[in-house]
């Protein structure tokens, strides 16, 4: 999503006010779809009636606009919707438009079932989750955190930067952006987070233009510390695209050693040059390769792997909120055999005594603990409880045995998962 509205606005003029409202208005009618044509369908005389997808989407994006964004008012989206719908070729349903979004704004609220009765239908409609998501949570975490989790996955998340310690320290970043006239904080968790209170595109800006920061989410950068990687070591990050985690592993060693960075798809490691050129690290090499056959690729066996795997992406629905609608159960099965394998290719090659910090942006115990708890059971292989990599890291990011767990409802970051696995000696 976040590329066709980039490709757009390259396209038309837009101020930085509009290309906002765009985000804002795209962004939100993906989080709440579910409710939204819940509340199209109970404001239908026909609420099963099926309206063509076009004047679908424009009355999800009026019913947004009337519901979740106050300084619209009701009568401005109700105007520019009924005149976007003319311009269509169902411009005869003009008139069930109008009426739809003029009842919208004068209705009372929507409806849902009973959360104590069915939780699961409650849930998907009031917090726009798909059922199969619900339900899993809910077995994990009961309904009531569920609930919270859900419903915090609809929030848009902060813009958050990653301070390259070889360029400057927080304090000066802090007051650099203060110069400029950007309102900045510390995060709230990690040491290298700067958040940004003012509205703000970063590539503006001159501090992550001249290196001395990136974006990244907060959660995100608690993740490569945890591998301990140190100057003059070999590190593999494999499915490393788009490389935040390859260049805090760079960071982290002092540009200084070899970082390996794999991954399958040739043009998004172009994206991690460019970004790794602009920060100024050079230790990082750069691989196209299908991280399964990771045993043959390299020539040497690194000191530690950094395996953050393809999965799900719940954790990170705040920033992808369309990854709601392209996961199902048998895809997430699918996901949790390729990360069993690539642990499996990754416990080939890391030498003996050497690390691997198996990670996913994922909510979902079937992509986390289970997978992990699977190959443990076969593989020679340690948990190495977290808390001894980070003591200056609130306890509640940490499950009983050590793994990293991070939530979007308790820590306003995406939610990430991290476990470190040692080979016996």
């Known amino acids: 999503m976040e590329e066709l509205r980039e490709r757009a606005f390259a396209k038309e003029k837009?101020?930085?006010r509009d290309r906002a409202l765009v985000t804002e208005m795209t962004q939100g009618v993906l989080r709440h779809r579910t409710f939204l044509d819940h509340r199209i369908n109970t404001l239908l005389d026909r609420p099963d009636a099926t309206l063509p997808q076009p004047v679908r989407?424009?009355?999800?994006?009026?019913?947004?606009?009337?519901?979740?964004?106050?300084?619209?008012?009701?009568?401005?989206?109700?105007?520019?919707?009924?005149?976007?719908?003319?311009?269509?070729r169902y411009s005869g349903l003009v008139p069930l438009v109008n009426a739809i979004l003029r009842k919208a704004?004068?209705?009372?609220?929507?409806?849902?079932?009973?959360?104590?009765?069915?939780?699961?239908s409650h849930l998907s409609l009031a917090a726009s989750a798909p059922t199969w998501l619900v339900e899993r949570l809910i077995k994990q975490r009961g309904i009531s955190e569920t609930e919270r989790i859900l419903h915090s996955l609809n929030k848009p998340p902060p813009l958050t930067l990653r301070v390259n310690t070889l360029e400057t320290d927080r304090e000066g970043l802090l007051a650099e952006l203060e110069d400029s006239g950007i309102s900045a904080r510390p995060g709230r968790i990690c040491r290298y987070a700067v958040v940004l209170e003012t509205g703000t595109v970063p590539a503006l800006l001159r501090p992550f233009r001249q290196g001395r920061c990136t974006v990244q989410d907060e959660g995100a950068q608690l993740i490569s510390p945890l591998l301990g990687a140190q100057p003059g070591q070999k590190v593999i990050?494999?499915?490393?695209a788009p490389g935040g985690k390859a260049g805090h592993l760079a960071q982290e060693m002092e540009d200084r050693g070899t970082v390996v960075a794999i991954d399958r798809h040739l043009g998004r490691l172009r994206m991690t040059r460019k970004s790794l050129n602009r920060l100024g690290f050079r230790s990082v090499r750069l691989l196209a390769a299908d991280a399964l056959t990771l045993p043959r690729l390299l020539t040497f066996n690194p000191d530690k792997i950094l395996l953050d795997t393809p999965c799900s992406g719940t954790g990170v629905l705040r920033r992808h909120p369309e990854g709601k609608w392209k996961?199902?159960?048998d895809r997430i099965a699918e996901l949790t055999?390729?990360?069993?394998?690539l642990l499996q290719a990754a416990s080939r090659t890391v030498s003996q005594g050497g690390e691997i910090l198996y990670t996913t942006c994922s909510l979902l115990r079937e992509e986390n603990e289970d997978v992990v708890e699977r190959f443990l059971d076969s593989a020679g292989f340690q948990m190495v409880d977290l808390r001894t990599r980070s003591t200056d890291l609130p306890e509640d990011l940490f499950t009983e045995r050590g793994e990293l767990r991070v939530w979007p409802h308790l820590h306003d970051c995406d939610g990430f998962y991290a476990a470190l696995l040692v080979k016996g000696k």
């Open 327 to 329: 996961k199902n159960p």
């Open 337 to 341: 055999g390729l990360q069993f394998q």
């Open 14 to 16: 837009l101020s930085a």
């Open 105 to 120: 704004s004068t209705s009372e609220p929507a409806t849902f079932p009973d959360i104590g009765e069915d939780p699961v």
């Open 237 to 240: 990050d494999v499915c490393t």
């Open 57 to 88: 989407i424009l009355l999800r994006l009026g019913v947004y606009q009337i519901i979740f964004l106050e300084r619209v008012p009701a009568h401005a989206a109700v105007g520019e919707t009924v005149n976007l719908a003319k311009g269509t």
